[in-house]
């Protein structure tokens, strides 16, 4: 699989949808143990390489003396710091710790108690607006992603729970947030045939049968969306 997406990865869960291409049986894992090999896959190698130089720039700036000095840390303490990011770096090479939130927020604050070298630049105009406009793009998409992603997880929240109409509303609005997202479509889908299970309602089939030709049309490879599919062609118009 690197070998044919080598330099711009397969994107953010590409394993999970070509893993039935290349496997010699039938299994299926959502994600590969070893969270290098993932970046990899996800990324490319271009990728991969400047996660490794990040690694490498923490123990550079970690190996000038007592990173910690003016923290108010004891030596044993900064010793205990660069020991657990040095055990979490060796741990997400047989597992997949770094697709938890808290998990990679805990590593990034450790990381970033190593004070990085200081660069004077001269202060210049049109530098600073770039700079600011590409932070502010930057904070804007991080925070229309987020605000996407909360709404597809209450709805398919309410979903488990039974408020199928509540799962509606909020995956309909994450649609609107994130369109290009087929994940959503497809949870939507199954929203509508819970619905249509619980309420015995044909229509709810027809909308589930209608978001998974939208959800295969953008992910045709994705054999979740293709197994459903093939359930609700039955119900297509």
């Given at each position: 699989m690197i070998s044919d997406y080598w330099l711009g990865g397969t994107g953010g869960g590409g394993w999970s949808v070509l893993q039935h291409l290349y496997q010699s049986q039938d299994y299926y894992v959502k994600f590969i143990h070893n969270h290098y090999i993932q970046t990899i896959?996800?990324?490319?190698?271009?990728?991969?390489?400047?996660?490794?130089?990040?690694?490498?720039?923490?123990y550079w700036n970690a190996g000038r003396g007592?990173?910690?000095?003016?923290?108010?840390?004891?030596e044993n303490e900064s010793k205990?710091?660069?020991?657990?990011?040095?055990?979490?770096?060796v741990?997400?090479?047989?597992?997949?710790?770094?697709?938890?939130?808290?998990?990679f927020a805990m590593l990034?604050?450790?990381?970033?108690?190593?004070?990085?070298?200081?660069?004077?630049?001269?202060?210049?105009?049109?530098?600073?607006?770039?700079?600011?406009?590409?932070?502010?793009?930057?904070?804007?998409?991080f925070l229309w992603l987020s605000l996407g992603y909360v709404m597809k997880s209450?709805?398919?929240?309410?979903?488990?729970?039974?408020?199928?109409?509540k799962a509606r509303t909020q995956l309909d609005q994450a649609e609107k947030w994130i369109p290009w997202s087929s994940t959503i479509l497809y949870e939507s889908a199954k929203n509508d045939v819970?619905?249509?299970?619980?309420?015995?309602?044909?229509?709810?089939?027809?909308?589930a049968a209608a978001k998974m030709d939208k959800a295969h049309e953008m992910l045709p490879k994705q054999t979740l969306y293709s197994d459903l599919l093939e359930e609700l062609s039955i119900y297509k118009n």
């Open positions: 896959l996800d990324v490319g190698v271009i990728g991969g390489l400047a996660g490794l130089f990040i690694i490498g720039l923490f007592n990173f910690l000095e003016g923290t108010g840390m004891q205990g710091i660069l020991l657990i990011v040095t055990v979490m770096f741990h997400i090479g047989f597992d997949f710790d770094l697709t938890y939130p808290l998990i990034l604050t450790l990381i970033l108690l190593v004070p990085s070298p200081t660069w004077t630049f001269r202060q210049r105009t049109l530098p600073l607006i770039v700079a600011t406009l590409m932070v502010a793009f930057a904070a804007t998409s209450n709805g398919m929240r309410a979903s488990v729970a039974g408020d199928f109409d819970r619905r249509g299970n619980a309420m015995k309602n044909r229509q709810d089939y027809v909308s």
